[in-house]
């Protein structure tokens, strides 16, 4: 799988914004990571051209609307993380930063 690093973090697409999630709607890792995703949202480029983008390497299937609150969040290389989605509104929970409680 394809994955953009630099200085030892990973890039992680993760969706912040209310009504749908970009990973959370179709669970494909690949989304995840896609470091054209990556770069094309570091340059700034319209969403439209990003979505033209995912409808060509992943299909016209997925639905992309967690694309209006995309962003990049930095992630340790190797660190375990998952996504929480809320309405919509993704959230990155890194396994340390859970409180995990013991019986």
Avoid: Q
């Amino acid at each position: 799988m394809r994955k953009l690093v630099r200085d030892g973090k990973v890039a992680v697409l993760v969706s912040s914004g209310f009504g749908a999630g970009w990973y959370s709607w179709h669970y494909n890792k690949e989304l995840l990571f896609d470091p054209d995703v990556v770069k094309m949202l570091e340059l700034d480029w319209p969403r439209e051209r990003i979505l033209a983008h995912c409808e060509k390497f992943y299909g016209e299937d997925f639905y992309y609307g967690g694309i209006e609150g995309l962003s990049i969040v930095w992630v340790n290389e190797g660190s375990k993380f998952r996504i929480d989605e809320y309405d919509g509104s993704e959230r990155l929970v890194k396994l340390t930063d859970d409180d995990w409680i013991e019986a």
